[in-house]
């Protein structure tokens, strides 16, 4: 019983990083790991970065998921440095579920 208990005080645990790791997962498939991470520039700006732009717009993921599907436009004004994001060839829901997940950080 007390082995049980035990085993039972990690589901908690469990529950919380199994949607995380997911999204991540999906991230990776996607590709979108490549080019960013959660704490530090990479090729794109990092996860904290993304998040605390769009904290207060309440559009953000249907903005950013239409983004992140048709890449950087030539011509459009970048919005963090010098370098144009490739349309990504993922499903929309994927992205738009990767985009959550960049957004809680
Ligand atoms: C080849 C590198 C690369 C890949 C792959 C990539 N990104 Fe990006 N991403 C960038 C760069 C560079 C920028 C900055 C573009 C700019 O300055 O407007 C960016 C910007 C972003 C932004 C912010 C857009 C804005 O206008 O503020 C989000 C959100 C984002 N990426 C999400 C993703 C997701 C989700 C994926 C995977 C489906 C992904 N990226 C794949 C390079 C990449």
Same mark, same amino acid.
């Given at each position: 019983?007390?082995?049980? %208990?035990?085993?039972?005080?990690?589901?908690?645990?469990?529950?919380?990083?199994?949607?995380?790791?997911? *999204?991540?997962? %999906?991230?990776? #498939?996607?590709?979108?790991?490549?080019?960013? @991470?959660?704490?530090? #520039?990479?090729? !794109?700006? *990092?996860?904290? #970065?993304?998040?605390?732009?769009?904290?207060?717009? /309440?559009?953000?993921?249907?903005?950013?998921?239409? @983004?992140? @599907?048709? !890449?950087?436009?030539?011509?459009?004004?970048?919005?963090?440095?010098?370098?144009?994001?490739?349309?990504?060839? !993922?499903? /929309? *829901?994927?992205?738009?579920?990767?985009?959550?997940?960049?957004?809680?950080?």
């Amino acid at each position: 019983m007390k082995k049980m %208990l035990r085993t039972l005080s990690f589901v908690p645990t469990l529950l919380l990083a199994a949607p995380a790791l997911a *999204d991540q997962a %999906l991230a990776m #498939q996607n590709g979108c790991m490549g080019c960013h @991470k959660p704490e530090g #520039q990479l090729v !794109g700006p *990092d996860f904290k #970065q993304i998040a605390a732009r769009y904290r207060d717009n /309440p559009g953000a993921v249907e903005l950013l998921t239409a @983004k992140v @599907k048709a !890449g950087s436009q030539p011509g459009e004004p970048l919005n963090w440095g010098q370098v144009m994001m490739p349309a990504s060839p !993922g499903n /929309p *829901d994927d992205i738009r579920t990767v985009i959550r997940w960049m957004l809680t950080h």
